[in-house]
């Protein structure tokens, strides 16, 4: 059973740094693409970072420069550093795993980003 959990989230002022983890179990995770995406309410899902298996990083414009992924293939793990919150970063973040068809979910972690 795969299983992904994600931690790491809360409220935090403009300005402030949050590390998203998201622990991941019951997959051979060295071969999976990583991908961060966010919710916001009344809003799309939406991609904010995504690693793939060689360690390859790609981002959106709007977190660009704000924001790093990274994985621990030993911890089975993936980071989500985020550095120069702004408000408008509030959302739920959510973690997922692909490797080809197979794709999975974590439950999501709340972000709020307010002074």
């Known amino acids: 059973q795969v299983t992904l959990v994600e931690s790491g989230g809360g409220l935090v002022q403009p300005g402030g740094s949050l590390r998203l983890s998201c622990v991941t179990s019951?997959?051979?995770?060295?071969?999976?693409?990583m991908r961060w995406y966010r919710q916001a309410p009344g809003q799309q899902r939406e991609l904010v970072a995504l690693?793939?298996?060689?360690?390859?990083?790609n981002y959106p414009d709007s977190v660009k420069g704000r924001f790093t992924i990274s994985r621990d293939n030993a911890k089975n793990t993936v980071y989500l550093q985020m550095n120069s919150l702004k408000p408008e970063d509030t959302a739920v973040y959510y973690c997922?795993?692909?490797?080809?068809?197979?794709?999975?979910w974590g439950q999501g972690t709340q972000v709020t980003v307010s002074s």
């Open positions: 997922n795993a692909q490797l080809g068809i197979a794709s999975y």
């Open positions: 019951g997959m051979p995770f060295s071969l999976y693409v």
């Open positions: 690693i793939t298996n060689d360690g390859s990083r």
